[in-house]
């Protein structure tokens, strides 16, 4: 059944709550009640307002006086930020004159009186952390959008354990193209940006040793994940294994492989 539901949106949803978000998306398509969309930056909620009100105009909150227009005009608007309404008063009073619906959406939970003044039904769409199985496939997803700027979609990078969520699909975006950026570089890139990082950076009276972690560091954490042993680094890297030793301790808290 998710499988299913999920095909015929946008909105990613095999999780438990992403499903019950679009459950409920799904039920407003037809409804149109004045709904309010609330989740964290990135966890979708301009994605499942445009799958309710597929033609709708969106704006932000803080445009107030061309969102006083654009009620006149359209029959459906998605309002961002809602919770930075200038003169909900005003806008209640217009809205209730009109035909018009609203998708709002808001970062935060709105106070009792301003939800009741305005909407009928809420959908809270829970951060990506508490949706583990929306990972992978919003992975493939935007994945497979950089095809064409990057060439042949590499599919360990959803199985990688250097994905970000920490701002939801925001930064899970970021991560996937830094990843395929990495993974396509040739050595004489890998050159040219460190040359412009070092160019950018390089300054103080102890440059050459604070910079040389951005050598030891990737290319340890490289040597042990590949060989899972310190002796066989030493002897690939040609270091005596105290020097590897001392480097590792030297950069103990970047170092993951130990």
Known sequence: M???VAVTSPFIAKSPGALEALKSATLLKSLRLNTLITGQSGTGKKTLAHYIFPHATI????????????????????ITDFEKLANPEMFKELLDASTTKIVAISKITLPEHLYNQFFTLSIQIPPLSERLEDITPLCEKFRDEFVDILGESDASLCIS?????????HSLKRSILVQSLFKSLTKDEIESVLEDYLFQNLDGDNAYRDNLPLFDVPLINAGLKKYKSQLKLSE????????LRKKISQNSKDI???
């Open 161 to 169: 354990n250097a994905l970000d969520i920490k701002d939801n699909a």
């Open 256 to 258: 993951i492989y130990e």
């Open 59 to 78: 704006i932000n909150a803080q445009n107030f006086t061309q969102l006083l227009e654009l009620v006149k005009e359209n029959e459906d608007i998605i």
């Open 236 to 243: 690939v890297l040609g270091l005596n294994r105290n020097t």
């Open 2 to 4: 998710g499988q299913a």
